[in-house]
C-alpha cells in the first residue's frame, strides 16, 4: 500500500508539472505528424523517386520508347522537363529535388538505329542511396530499350537476307515497327520476378497494413519512452535535492519499498505513454497494432519494465537536474538510433547492425514489428519480450546497486 | 571593457556547465558520429559494408526431356558465384513451404522460387512464367539487391524470348518462311549480344550511358562531404541555436537570483549590460560552431568548402542564432518556463526549417519553400551551397537575410528587455 502511495504521489508531481504535458504528449505526437507528413506526402500519389526526363531528339520513336520503359519501372518515375526546367535539370539533381536525370541527344534514335552509338547522359550522384536507385533502374530500362533495338536490327537483317528491302525507307519503317513492337514486348516481359511480403500467421484474407508509418510509429513509440524519462527521473533527483528521500526513511517506510514505488510511477508512466502513441498510430496512421492485443501487451509490458529500470538508473546517477535531462537525452540518441529506432538496422553496415543488435530497443523493434509488418503472433514477440525482460531486470540490478538516499 | 568582463563570466559559466558542453558539442557529434557508423564509417576500409542478406533458393524447375537447357540450375549457379558472395549467403531448399517457413521465421531475409515451368516457359513460344521472392518485409536493402540481380538474369532470358517472338511475328507477317534453325540463330546471335552486354556493364563499360555527377560550382564533393555533411550541418544548426538561447537564458537566471539586481546599482549602463550578455552568446556560438566544423572535418572526413563562403554562412548562423536566444528569452519571465519554451520554439522552427530531414532525399519542392520562413532554413540553405562547391556570391543572399533576422530579433528582444528592466 506504502508503494502504490508513493507511486501516486511521483504520478501527481508529474501530471502537475504542466512540462511533462509537453515532453511526454506534446513532442511525441508533434514529431511523429511531422514524419508522417513528410513521408506521406513523398509517398502520396506516386512513391517512385523523380527522375526528370529532357529529350533534346524531337519525335523520335526511340525516346518516346525510353520513357515509355522508364515509366514502367517500379522504383523511378521519369518528369518530362521541358524549357527552363530541362536547362535547370542538372541543377534540380544537385540540389535533391530530383533523384536523376536523363539528357537524350540530338538525333539519338537515328544515330541508334545506324550503330554509332550516340551516349545519353544520366546525372546521378550516386554516392547517394536515391541516387544508387535511380542509376540502376535508369540501367535496367536502357538494356531494354538496347534489347529493343537489337531485335528490331536482327529481324531486319534476317528480312534482309530472305527477301530484300526494296528502299531504304522501306528498311527504316520496318526497323521503327519491330522497334515499337519489342518495346511494348518489354512493357509485359514473359518472364518475371514477383515480389511477396512474408505475413506468416496473418488470418485468411487479412491485409497487414504496411505503410511508411509502419517503421516511423514504433521507432517513435521507443524513442520518446526513453526520452520520457526526463519527467519521470527527474523526481527521483529533486526528492533526493531537498532531502525528501532522507525524510522518508524516518517513516516506517522500507528503503525497498521507496524503490519500488518510485518504479512502479516509472512504469505506469512509461506503459501510459505507450498506449497513448499505439492508440495514435492506429487509429491516425494505420499501424494495425491491435491485430494481436495480448503480443502487443506483452511488449508493452516487457519495454516498460526496460524503459524504468533505466529511469530509476538514471534518477541514482544524476546529481541535479541538467543531468537527468543529460543522461535521458544521451540514453535517447544511443538507444534509439543504435537500436533501429531511426532506421531499420538492414539497411546500415554490418558491423553497425550487429552492434545495433545488442541494444535492448532493438529488441523492442522486433517485437512490435514482428506484429504490424510481418503479421505474426504471441509467440513471435516471446523471445524479444524475454530478451527485454533480461535487460530490465540487469538495469534494475544497476540501479539499485548505484542508489543512495543521501 | 565592462562588456567584455560580462561576456567572459557568462562564457566561463557555459563551459563550466556539463549540461551546456553535451548540448553544445556532445550531442551533435554523437548524432552525426552514429549515422556515420551506420552508413559509412565502419566498412574495413572506410566504406560501406553491407550486411549479408541470407537467401534460400528453392528450384523447382523441371525441363522437359526434349530441352538441353535448365534454366533453373543456371540461376542458381548464377547466384553462388563468388562475385555475389559479399552480398549474398545462397542456401539451397529443397521444399518451398520450407523456404517461405524460413523466412518467416528471420532464418532467411529472402526466398527465391523458381517455378517448375521456368524453362519451359522461357523456351516455348507463347510460355510465360514468373519467379517468386519472398521476402522479410522489415528488410529493404537486401532484397531490393536480390531482385536486381534475379531481374537482370531473367531479362537476359526474356529478351531472347521477345526477340524471337517479334522477329518471327515480323517476318511472317510479310511471308518469309521461317524455319527452326532461323529462329535458333537469332536466339542464339541474341544470347551472345546481351552477354556481352552484360560483361561489358560488370566491367564499367556500358554503350549507351554516359553517368555524369551532378555539377559544383567546385571540384565534386566526397561521399562524407555529400551526405554527412549535410546531416552535420542540420545539428550544427539546430545545436547552435539552441546554445543561442541557453546562454540568453542567464539574464532571467541572474534576474531570479538577484544578481541582475545588483548588476543595476553598479555605474555599468544597462546597455553595456545587456550587450555583454549578447556578447557572451556570440563568442561562445563562434567557439562552438569553429570547434564542431574542425571536429567533423578531422571525424567524419567533411570538407566544408571554400573558406570564406563557410565564414560568411557561419557569422549568419552565429548572429541568427544569439539573436533569436535574446527574443525568446525577452518574452519569458522565469527559468521554469524557459526549458519547455526553448524546447518547443526550436524543435518546431528546427522541424519546420528542414534540419532534422537533412539525410532524406527528394522531398516535396513545397517543404523547401516552407523552410525559408525560419532563420534555420535559410542557414541551412546556405550551408548546403558551401557543401555543394559554392563561393562567397552564391552564399551572399542566405547570409545577409539569417544576418538580418539575427539583428532584427536581436533588437526586438533588446527593446523588450531594457522596457523591463527600466
Known amino acids: 500500500m ?7 504521489k511521483d504520478l501527481l508531481q508529474i501530471v502537475r508539472d504542466w512540462k511533462s504535458a509537453f515532453f511526454l504528449v506534446v513532442m511525441p505526437i508533434l514529431f511523429t505528424l ?6 506521406g506526402s513523398s509517398a502520396e500519389g506516386d512513391p517512385r523517386l523523380p527522375v526528370g526526363f529532357v529529350s533534346h531528339d524531337e519525335s523520335d520513336a526511340l525516346s518516346t520508347s525510353l520513357y515509355t520503359l522508364l515509366e514502367a519501372s517500379d522504383a523511378i518515375r521519369p518528369v518530362v522537363l521541358e524549357g527552363d526546367d530541362a536547362d535547370s535539370a542538372t541543377d534540380s539533381v544537385r540540389d535533391g529535388d530530383l533523384a536523376g536525370a536523363v539528357i537524350v541527344p540530338p538525333g539519338f534514335g537515328e544515330r541508334v538505329l545506324a550503330g554509332e552509338g550516340p551516349r545519353l547522359t544520366v546525372v546521378v550522384d550516386q554516392n547517394t542511396p536515391s541516387g544508387q536507385t535511380a542509376s540502376s533502374a535508369v540501367q535496367a530500362a536502357v538494356n531494354r530499350l538496347l534489347g529493343a533495338v537489337e531485335t528490331a536490327r536482327l529481324s531486319a ?13 522501306a528498311r527504316r519503317t520496318y526497323l521503327d ?22 505475413g506468416a500467421q496473418a488470418g485468411e484474407g487479412e491485409e497487414l497494413s504496411a505503410n511508411v508509418y509502419t517503421q516511423s510509429s514504433p521507432g517513435m513509440i521507443v524513442q520518446f519512452v526513453v526520452f520520457g524519462l526526463n519527467t519521470s527521473a527527474m523526481v527521483l533527483v529533486l526528492e533526493r535535492k531537498s532531502r525528501t528521500l532522507q525524510r522518508l526513511l524516518t517513516t516506517p517506510i522500507t528503503r525497498t519499498q521507496v524503490i519500488a514505488g518510485h518504479v512502479l510511477a516509472m512504469f505506469i508512466v512509461v506503459f501510459l505513454q505507450q498506449l497513448l502513441y499505439v492508440a495514435f498510430g492506429q487509429l491516425a496512421f494505420g499501424v494495425d497494432y491491435m491485430r494481436e492485443p495480448l503480443a502487443i501487451l506483452l511488449v508493452m509490458v516487457t519495454l516498460a519494465l526496460w524503459v524504468s529500470s533505466l529511469g530509476l538508473l ?10 537527468v535531462m543529460m543522461w535521458a537525452l544521451m540514453a535517447m540518441f544511443v538507444f534509439s538510433a543504435m537500436g533501429g529506432a531511426w532506421f531499420p538496422l538492414d539497411v546500415t553496415g554490418k558491423t553497425f547492425a550487429a552492434i545495433g543488435h545488442l541494444m535492448p530497443t532493438a529488441w523492442a523493434m522486433d517485437g512490435f514489428q514482428n506484429i504490424v509488418l510481418r503479421g505474426l503472433g504471441l509467440s513471435s514477440v516471446l523471445l524479444p519480450a524475454g530478451i527485454l525482460l533480461a535487460y530490465a531486470v540487469a538495469f534494475f540490478g544497476l540501479a539499485v546497486w548505484r542508489f543512495r538516499f543521501e | 571593457m565592462k562588456v567584455l568582463d560580462i561576456a567572459l563570466k557568462d562564457m566561463l559559466r557555459s563551459f563550466r556547465s556539463g549540461f551546456a558542453l553535451v548540448m553544445m558539442f556532445v550531442a551533435p557529434l554523437l548524432i552525426t558520429g552514429i549515422i556515420y557508423a551506420a552508413f559509412g564509417g565502419m566498412g574495413g576500409d572506410g566504406g560501406f559494408d553491407l550486411p549479408l542478406t541470407r537467401v534460400q533458393v528453392v528450384n523447382l524447375d523441371q525441363p522437359g526431356p526434349q530441352y538441353s537447357f535448365a534454366f533453373g540450375q543456371m540461376l542458381v549457379g548464377f547466384l553462388q558465384d563468388e562475385g555475389l558472395a559479399n552480398l549474398l549467403q545462397v542456401t539451397e531448399a529443397t521444399d518451398e ?18 517455378p517448375p515451368d521456368f524453362t519451359t516457359a522461357a523456351l516455348a513460344p507463347d510460355g510465360r512464367a514468373s519467379i517468386t521472392l519472398y521476402q522479410d518485409p522489415t528488410l529493404t536493402l537486401g532484397p531490393g539487391i536480390v531482385k536486381g540481380v534475379v531481374s537482370q538474369f531473367v531479362d537476359g532470358f526474356a529478351g531472347t524470348k521477345i526477340a524471337s517472338g517479334v522477329v518471327a511475328d515480323q517476318l511472317g507477317q510479310r511471308g518469309v518462311a521461317i524455319d527452326a534453325s532461323l529462329m535458333q540463330g537469332i536466339a542464339m546471335q541474341y544470347g551472345a549480344w546481351a552477354e556481352g552486354l552484360g560483361q561489358g556493364w560488370d566491367e564499367g563499360a556500358h554503350p549507351l550511358l554516359e553517368i555524369q555527377l551532378p555539377p559544383t560550382k567546385a571540384e565534386p564533393v566526397s561521399q562524407e562531404t555529400s551526405i554527412f555533411g549535410a546531416i552535420m550541418a542540420g545539428m550544427v544548426i539546430f545545436f547552435a541555436f539552441f546554445t543561442g538561447a541557453s546562454t540568453a537564458e542567464t539574464i532571467i537566471l541572474e534576474d531570479e537570483a538577484g544578481t541582475l539586481a545588483r548588476l543595476f546599482t553598479t555605474p555599468t549602463p544597462r546597455a553595456v549590460i ?3 550578455k549578447f556578447a557572451a552568446s556570440f563568442m561562445t556560438l563562434i567557439v562552438q560552431v569553429v570547434v564542431l566544423m574542425l571536429a567533423s572535418a578531422i571525424i567524419f572526413r567533411i570538407h566544408w568548402g571554400e573558406p570564406l563562403a563557410v565564414s560568411l554562412v557561419a557569422l549568419g548562423l552565429v548572429v541568427a542564432a544569439a539573436g533569436l536566444g535574446v527574443f525568446i528569452m525577452s518574452f519569458l519571465k522565469s527559468t521554469r518556463q524557459a526549458g519547455p519554451v526553448m524546447g518547443t520554439v526550436l524543435t518546431l522552427s528546427g522541424m519546420v526549417g528542414g534540419l532534422f530531414t537533412t539525410g532524406i532525399p527528394n522531398l516535396p519542392a513545397t517543404y523547401g519553400t516552407i523552410n525559408l520562413l525560419t532563420p534555420h ?11 555543394a562547391g559554392g563561393g562567397v556570391s552564391d552564399v551572399l543572399l542566405p547570409a545577409l537575410i539569417t544576418l538580418g533576422m539575427g539583428i532584427v530579433f536581436f533588437v526586438i528582444g533588446a527593446f523588450i528587455f531594457r522596457k523591463r528592466f527600466a
Do not use: H
Open chain 1, 177 to 198: 515497327e519491330t522497334l515499337a513492337l519489342a518495346s511494348e514486348a518489354w512493357l509485359q516481359p514473359p518472364l518475371t520476378v514477383a515480389v511477396e511480403q512474408s
Open chain 1, 2 to 8: 506504502r508503494v502504490i502511495d508513493l507511486a501516486l
Open chain 1, 34 to 39: 511531422f514524419f508522417g507528413a513528410i513521408f
Open chain 2, 274 to 276: 545587456l550587450g555583454g
Open chain 1, 314 to 323: 538514471i534518477g541514482a546517477a544524476a546529481k541535479s537536474e541538467d543531468q
Open chain 1, 157 to 169: 537483317e534476317a528480312f534482309e537476307a530472305q527477301q530484300g528491302f526494296e528502299s531504304e525507307a
Open chain 2, 377 to 387: 532554413g535559410w542557414v541551412l540553405r546556405g550551408w548546403k551551397l558551401v557543401l
Open chain 2, 97 to 114: 513451404t520450407d523456404a517461405r517457413v524460413a523466412v518467416d521465421n528471420q532464418d532467411a531475409g529472402v526466398a527465391i522460387i523458381i
